[in-house]
């Protein structure tokens, strides 16, 4: 794994990119060496080898945008912040009835993050996201969402109606 092969992310910045290319080829994550190396030089140089806790800090650094910023805040930190990635916006889309297309890059729009904050329970905001990751990844599916299933289905726009849905 690349946390055995580089612990920190001084190692990570003096790693081999064509080493670690060949660590992440298997998760189709090749292209992503040099993104790492230069993420983990900014860590040493900037923030002493250590992942920043600041929302501005995070996207500061190489690679790192609203969604993993908002992510690391959320898993590493325990912060009280909401996650949105294209799972969640389905999620999100779904469960209030959101009319149009999902936004390419939903991390992005204020409104659906503010939506996803607006549900978060205080304190307990890394169980949530992960509750919701874990329920677009296995429920909420892209392409056959399982509203018999699903737990907040009484709740969902769209899985509320589920003769509805046979026509869809």
Known sequence: SILTHYPSPSELAAADARHLQEILAPLGLRYRAREL???????????AG??????????????????????????????????????????????????????????RKRALSDLAASLLPPGRSREFNLAVLDLCAGVCTHRAPSCSSCPVAESCHYGSDLEALQTV
């Open 37 to 47: 190396i230069r993420l983990a030089e900014a860590l040493v140089e900037h923030h």
């Open 50 to 107: 250590r992942v920043p806790c600041d929302f501005g800090e995070l996207k500061a650094l190489p690679g790192v945008g609203e969604y993993i910023a908002r992510a690391v805040l959320s898993f590493a930190f325990d912060e009280d912040v909401a996650v949105v990635d294209t799972n969640v916006a389905r999620f999100l889309y779904r469960i209030f009835g959101l009319e149009g297309p999902i936004p390419a890059n939903p991390a």
